[in-house]
């Protein structure tokens, strides 16, 4: 069974840059797609980016030209490069894996890093 615990959360001024990392177990993330989903106060979860194993990355508007994914299969870890960082990027950020394999979906979900961005 698949983990994933994210960390590097926390506080940060409007400007500064965070780095969340995302801890992976029992699974090779080389054969996942891998993404960053965010849930801000009062809002439903939304998509921040996907990596997909086809060498495509997509982010979404609000992060682009800030936001940064990466992964180490060394390492099993995937990362999230935060820059420029906004009060508006406040929230819990989540990190996520999924594979289609023998014609079934296979998902795992962390449980959150909590992000503020404040003065």
């Known amino acids: 069974q698949g983990q994933l615990v994210e960390s590097g959360g926390g506080l940060a001024q409007p400007g500064e840059s965070l780095r969340l990392s995302c801890s992976t177990s029992?699974?090779?993330?080389?054969?996942?797609?891998v993404a960053w989903y965010r849930q801000r106060p009062g809002k439903q979860r939304e998509l921040v980016v996907t990596d997909l194993t086809i060498g495509e990355t997509h982010y979404a508007d609000f992060v682009k030209g800030r936001f940064i994914v990466s992964r180490d299969s060394v390492s099993r870890m995937i990362y999230l490069q935060m820059n420029s960082l906004m009060p508006e990027d406040t929230g819990v950020y989540f990190c996520n894996a999924d594979a289609i394999m023998y014609g079934k979906k296979t998902e795992y979900w962390g449980r959150g890093t909590q992000v503020t961005v404040s003065t």
């Open positions: 029992g699974f090779n993330i080389d054969f996942y797609n």
